[in-house]
């Protein structure tokens, strides 16, 4: 069951730019998180968000989200070529479950 | 510091037979979970578990059973291994307090099944 769907599929950039990447997702949700995975590595938890909160900022991540259109961003502020990786979001899957609905993610290049 | 560790990065096997894959977490998780991970399929729920000896079934369980006989570990079983088991796997732990929802990955295991 697909919840959260990332755009683009995939981003190219030069150093010291700044990624953007969407999620959207279709059913009403109490957080939505970001994970990081570098390739062929585990997920990495970045940051959540909680569906009472609009932005939250991380170090040089910074995460909205927009509970009226079911969509969050992820910015990525004077990216560095150590941030080339794959981001994915997450949502819970409700009704009071444990369980992580994972989006497909975005494949993030940062060119030095 | 929090780990999740699985017993192999990388694992041959031929078809048919019996596959084990261990994870252990150390931060005294209730809930454990498996996922597949496949190009363009993104992360796939195998099987979850909330206490020792439950489990609930993910999203696609078929081919697979997994055993939680100790809160720590947490096996994923593959009863006959066929060639489109080949995947990358992962485990998760996470808790029902503190940082609950976040979730806690091993390194995973690539299978490739012969």
């Known amino acids: 069951s697909q919840q959260g769907e990332e755009d683009p599929q995939a981003l190219s950039i030069q150093e010291g730019e700044n990624a953007t990447m969407n999620c959207s997702y279709k059913?009403?949700?109490?957080?939505l998180q970001w994970y990081r995975q570098n390739s062929g590595r585990g997920l990495v938890h970045l940051i959540l968000i909680r569906s009472n909160e609009r932005e939250k900022h991380s170090g040089r991540l910074r995460v909205t989200l927009d509970t009226s259109k079911k969509s969050s961003s992820l910015l990525i502020t004077a990216s560095r070529a150590a941030d080339t990786a794959s981001y994915f979001c997450a949502t819970p899957t409700g009704g009071g479950s444990e369980k992580l609905v994972f989006g497909k993610g975005t494949k993030l290049t940062v060119n030095p | 510091d929090v780990k999740v560790t699985q017993s192999s990065r990388y694992l041959v096997k031929r078809t048919g037979e019996k596959v084990f894959l261990e994870c252990v977490q150390d931060?005294?998780?209730?809930?454990m979970f498996w996922y597949r991970q496949d190009p363009g399929l993104g992360l796939r729920l195998i099987y979850f578990?909330?206490?020792?000896?439950?489990?609930e079934k993910g999203d696609i369980p078929e081919g697979y059973s997994v055993s939680r006989e100790k809160k720590e570990r947490f096996s994923l079983i593959l009863e006959s291994a066929s060639t489109n088991q080949t995947s990358m796997y992962l485990c998760?732990?996470?808790?029902?307090?503190?940082?609950?929802?976040?979730?806690?990955f091993g390194p995973g295991t690539r299978l490739t099944v012969l």
């Open positions: 059913t009403s949700i109490n957080n």
């Open positions: 998760a732990s996470s808790s029902t307090g503190g940082h609950r929802d976040e979730q806690f």
């Open positions: 578990s909330y206490d020792v000896k439950m489990k």
């Open positions: 931060m005294d998780h209730e809930n």
